[in-house]
Structure formats: structure tokens, C-alpha cells
């Protein structure tokens, strides 16, 4: 039987609605740090699209995406994106992060096990659940993000969208394409954040177990939460990397009209056709295309999110437990 998880018993629990708001607040710091790193993960991503061998390189490497951005289009460019991927990391991360445990409980239960029991398995499965039902919610505004960060007036890689704000895109994309064409994508999010997720969480508690388990660090130190991140950040890299460059790609092809007069994706039926047809064309490099970029975006993401949300928990706990002891 697995050890349970370290926990101080003076401090209060929080309800699920208080760790969703926990996740989500420390996911929007993260993202403020992360976001240039995304926008040159997309750009890379969408890159030579289907094209074979000497397809022309508008950008070299991650390190050239942000010094050509920042030249041509200056902040605002490294930030594209920014507005939408708050609300989206609010759903992402408050989802994944406060529907975990919670899970993970309801799952150990139904098996006969304690809840705070850490079963390898269904560790897993709460993590993909629970980033699945974020990535469901957050898709309207995952897919717009996407798009914005491609969008480039002056070195454009991929199809183009030009939208004014997150507002004029969802309006735009609504009118256009219907309740449909909010929902496009939607498959290869949760594929990619199902993929994410079930190993995000469990190896960061699985890192922080084993680091106070044999006395390492101490279970409220922020070294044992940077260095249980830090391995959760290079799990998920190596993990969701050709389920990320599916879903920018499922998201950014331009829409043609269909036989039965729905608009449907011009180069992809689905992820698992995007990644097959980018393996035929580009080969295995094409689906690890932009994973230094995403390794750069997803390492100090994952570090500053698992990290604030355990020091905001327990800050939130602290303060929970004077206001109730006063």
C-alpha cells in the first residue's frame, strides 16, 4: 500500500469550488511568464505544414521566433494571445488542478481502496479526467489563442486569422461556422490534455512523496515544489509534445465548405489523421517540431503553476484557519 500523501491535519480542507479558484489563480501567473514561448511553439509548429524537405524556414529555431517577433512586432507580438489564455488556463488549471483530488478520491473509493491512498493507476486516470473535462470547456478559447498566436503581419507561417480581439474571434468564428466551429478541435484538446494531464500531477506528487519520504526536503518547502515540477514539466513535454503539434495544427487550417454545406477542415478530418498525414509528409520530426520551444513554455508553466497553487493552497489554508480560530 502506498504511503499517503503529506498534509498538515492543522490546516483546514478546501472545497472543491476553492481549489478550482486556487488552480486557476496560479495558472494565470504562469501563463503571464510562459505565453512568448507559446507563441513561438505555434509559429514552429505551423511551420513547413505538410510540406516535405525544403520547404523555406521563416524561423530557425525558438531563440529566432522571439527575436524576430519582438523585432517586427515588439511586445505585444511575444504576447499574442494573452487575453484568452487567462480565461482558458482559469478553466484549464482550475479544472485540472481542483477536480483532481477529488477524482482520485471518488476513484479509490469506488475500487474499495482509502482515499488517500496514491495508486499509481488511478492517479492517472484522475489526472486525464480531470484535464479532460478542462480542456472541454476552455476549447472556444484554446482555439482562438491558437489562432492568435499564429496570426503575424510580417513573417506568417500557417493559414491566417486576423481578429481584433477574443470577443470579434468568438463572434466571428460563431457567425461563420456556428456552435460547430467553437467546438472544433475539441477532440485533439482532450487528447492532448488527457495525455498531459495523466502524468502531471502524478509524477509531481509522486516527486514530492519520494523527496519527503526519504527526508530530502521538507513537505512546504518551495524546493521540494520546484524540483517535483520540474520533473512534471519534462514528463509532460515528452508526453503530450505530438498530441500539441495535432491539435495547433487542427486548429489553424483554414475551413472549406463540405458536399452536406458544413464548413470542415480544409487539411485534417481529426487529430489522429493530422498526425498520420504529418508523419507521411514531414516524418516523426514534423510531430516534435517547436518541442524546445514547448520544453522552454512548458517547464517554467509547469514549475510556477504546481508551485504557486501549493503556496497559494496553503496560504488560503493558513489564513482559512486563523479566520476560523478567531
Known sequence: MSNPSPSSPQKPQISTFEGFICGGIAACIAVTISNPAEVAKTRLQLQGELAKGGAVKVYNNALDVFTKTFRNEGVRGLQRGLGPAYAYQILLNGSRLG??????????????????????????????????????LGNPLFLIKARMQAYSPSLPV?????????????SRIFKAEGPRGLVRGIDAAILRTSMGSSVQLPSYNFTKNLLVKHDISSPNSVWTFLASS????????????????ALTRVYNQPTIVGPDGRPKGALYKNPIDCLWKTFKTEGIRGWYKGSTAHFLRIAPHTIVTLTMNDVIINLYKSTKARRDSS
Request: glycine letters at 8%; aromatic letters at 10%; a negative charge.
Open 158 to 170: 500557417g493559414a491566417q486569422h486576423h481578429y481584433k480581439s477574443s470577443f470579434d474571434a468568438l
Open 99 to 136: 477536480f483532481y483530488e477529488p477524482f482520485r478520491h471518488a476513484i479509490n473509493r469506488f475500487i474499495g481502496r482509502p482515499e488517500t491512498d496514491q495508486i499509481p493507476w488511478t492517479s492517472v486516470l484522475a489526472g486525464a479526467t480531470s484535464g479532460a473535462v478542462g480542456a472541454s
Open 230 to 245: 520540474s520533473v512534471s514539466g519534462a514528463c509532460v513535454c515528452l508526453v503530450m509534445q505530438p498530441a500539441d503539434t
